[in-house]
């Protein structure tokens, strides 16, 4: 596709259910973010992917996240057990280069995640 | 680390009216330094981005922003606003080499009468 696909759009779960958000990025882009974006608050960093280098999990609230990136494209996010503080906006974007020579992140829509 | 401030959290203006929203950045030297919009439902749009050179950079849709380093801001400006301008703004930092994971600031709000 031409830009950055996330799905789903919008998912609402249950307290302590699992979740999986996948991310297809911009064909060959190499680096890939995943950010959350709470109700009023700005982009939270999770993760970083580049390449086949490892990934920078920094960003990650705890270790009931994980996320992969499968043949350095399409990306999952996983919640489990989920909490209704992990209601947010989950955006994915891209980039061509991740040593920020362009510097441009491509965004995708987002997935819109309520856990009741 | 790099940190960004957006101070305003909501901005009114009336349509045809100048528009100023803030950013102030955090960092060691000249980082990368960008504006991002985001319509309602839709995922963030690059504005513009400053990396070196002039100070004064031309964006998408009638922006543009300053690089100051005195006062380690980067303020969007736009001269006449439009209705269709309504939308959240973000201002985000990025630190040239390494890992480049950009930082984002909270965003600010333009609510644009009529």
């Known amino acids: 596709g031409a830009g950055v696909s996330q799905s789903p759009s919008n998912k609402v779960t249950e307290k302590g259910k699992d979740v999986e958000l996948r991310c297809d990025p911009i064909s060959g882009h190499t680096a890939l973010y995943w950010y959350r974006q709470r109700l009023g608050q700005g982009l939270e960093f999770l993760i970083y992917?580049?390449?086949?280098?490892?990934?920078?999990k920094s960003g990650l609230p705890s270790d009931r996240f994980s996320a992969e990136r499968t043949g350095g494209s399409v990306s999952t996010l996983t919640i489990q057990r989920t909490q209704q503080e992990d209601s947010a906006v989950y955006l994915c974007a891209s980039s061509l280069e991740a040593s920020g020579a362009t510097g441009e992140l491509f965004f995708g829509e987002g997935s819109r995640l309520t856990v009741l | 680390a790099q940190s960004v401030t957006q101070p305003d959290i909501h901005i009114t203006v009336s349509e045809g009216a100048s528009l100023e929203l803030r950013c102030n950045y955090s960092y060691g030297a000249t980082p990368y330094l960008f504006w991002y919009v985001q319509s309602p439902g839709q995922g963030l749009q690059l504005l513009l981005k400053y990396f070196s050179g002039d100070t004064l950079v031309q964006g998408i849709k009638g922006f543009e922003a300053e690089f100051k380093r005195s006062q380690s801001s980067f303020n969007l400006r736009k001269p006449s606003v439009h209705w269709s301008d309504a939308a959240e703004y973000f201002c985000?930092?990025?630190?040239?080499?390494?890992?480049?994971?950009?930082?984002f600031g909270r965003g600010t709000s333009l609510i644009v009468h009529p």
């Open positions: 992917f580049q390449g086949n280098s490892a990934p920078d």
């Open positions: 985000a930092v990025g630190a040239p080499g390494g890992s480049y994971i950009p930082t």
